[in-house]
């Protein structure tokens, strides 16, 4: 895609997912969530829309963990988990992943998302 129109995938809760798509729209961007089965659909959705980033926010279950084992051993990237357990997110495959906290505003969470596309840090940091 691009950083002007860009694409990405969220997988988390609902509320977090209106947020973001809510402020995804006011600057043109396009997200997908991830289907019900969270972890091989959010697969399937890296391999068919070539997203530019995804966002995963820490349900506190395996799941989150698991679908980034995934996405590692495709080597995808960049990745923005957000929780308030950093700690428990390190990424020792070498994949470009930021960790935010859980009270990050969606447009921070956007932002993030842009830096990392670039491969800049976030202007907010």
């Given at each position: ?88 997110w390190d990424s020792d495959m070498g994949t470009r992943m930021v960790v935010l906290a859980s009270d990050t505003s969606a447009y921070d969470v956007l ?15």
């Open positions: 895609m691009s950083s002007e129109y860009p694409l990405f995938i969220f997988v988390g809760s609902e509320p977090r997912r209106a947020a973001l798509e809510s402020a995804a729209t006011t600057r043109e961007w396009s997200l997908c969530a991830a289907p019900a089965d969270a972890l091989y659909g959010t697969l399937a959705q890296v391999v068919a829309f070539f997203p530019d980033a995804v966002v995963i926010e820490d349900s506190g279950d395996p799941m989150p963990h698991e679908i980034v084992m995934h996405l590692n051993s495709i080597h995808f990237e960049p990745l923005i988990v957000i929780s308030d357990s950093p700690e428990t932002d993030a998302v842009l830096a990392q596309m670039n491969d800049a840090e976030p202007m907010w940091a």
